[in-house]
């Protein structure tokens, strides 16, 4: 007679944690990071381009902006269209169309052709973005979420200060004698692998029945932040010329006829009511003072660092580096601190941070690069804004339903993107203004504003404290 046995479950595989919710977070946040990326990388490239493509001023300017005005412009719509047709199927259609568009900004024959690129890679970037954020909502819940926040935190401050970096490196290296051109090119193998693994990981989620896409809101919305965008990321550059303020007022207009009709509608682009639930107004206020501050001090300090001093691109980014190293690992490990602390360390952190500006514009004021006080402003900075950002994160969308995620994703998105927008047109005008006289002393005045503004964001801090504390 023969005996047959089953092996018990080994105890070690059963107790082991599924680690495919993190695999597939790692490939979003690849995703994430390499969009981000490219808001900054194409700056140090700016003299090869020119050259290579006889460029005018007015065209080097919409290469740059072109990619904030798409990406802008369906940060609301992408988030939605992610609920109405699957997250997955949004996020990989648009990182096809940012690596499409990589590809075809790498060959550009001319400076239409990359323009217009510009423009679809970033409306490709918007279409994937806003996914990362409402997959983190659907698929990790308490400890895990916060940790998945952290990273998400984490990827956003080391892609901005990375930007430069990397593409300082890339145009020195001259690849194939490519120049510029690698800088998109790039793109193209890593798109590819984050689609193939998009595909494998992440869950298709399936599209929302009964509910249609609010055609009139979609119309209101894309030509609101355009309207809005274009003359904050084109004004400081051209004078302010009147149509800038034209297309401000004009897109003021149309947001507040976009507040109206989502009010009305059945199926809103976005559900106004999100913002009524605990802690979303007071940490989107937070969001957008803090972000705004980081995006005129990453312009200002980056500025003055070459023009004022002399320094090149890649030298300014490196410069900077170790408060974007810091942001990113103090964003990523905040969640280890003990959670008594947690609600605490947002205000704390902002308030951090504006004496951080405050002394780095201290740090410049005779003309110097700094020494050591620039570089210990440096890291308060990141210390205090890794461990504010991600707490701020998991406490703004801590109450935020699943089925609120898509609206909560999509005003996080565009607040984070509106906010930088209006931090580098606002504090790059005060500087370009004032450095006309002195770039040490533009540098000193923009840095005190930012950290006022910081200050203003530590209020905003302390009523998201508040209410996420109540029971």
Known sequence: MTLTTSAPATPDRAARPDRRPWFMLAVLLLGQFMALLDVTVVNVAMTDIRTDLHASGAALQLVVSGYTVGYAMLLITGARLGELF?????????????????????????PATLIVARIAQG???ALMMPQVISVIQAHFTGAARAKALSAYTAVISVAFVSGQVLGGVLVGADLFGAGWRPIFLVNVPIGVLVAALALRLVPGGAAKAGRRLDLAGLALAVPAVVLIVLPLVLGHETGWPMWTFGSLAAGVLLAVLFVVVERRVRDPLVNLGVLKIRGVAPGLAALATGVASYGGFLFCVGLHLQAGLGETALAAGLTMAPGGVVFGVCGFFWHKLPERVHAALTPCGYVGSAVAYALLGLSLKDGGKGGALFFAALLLFGLSMGLAFGSLMAHALTHVPLESAADASGLLTTTLQLGQVVGVATFGSLFLTLAGGSSAHAITTTMTWAAALMLVGAGFAVALARASARR
């Open 86 to 110: 699957g997250r997955r199927r949004l996020f990989v259609t648009g990182v096809v169309a940012f690596t499409v568009c990589s590809l075809l900004c790498g060959f550009a024959p001319d």
């Open 123 to 125: 409306a490709g970037a």
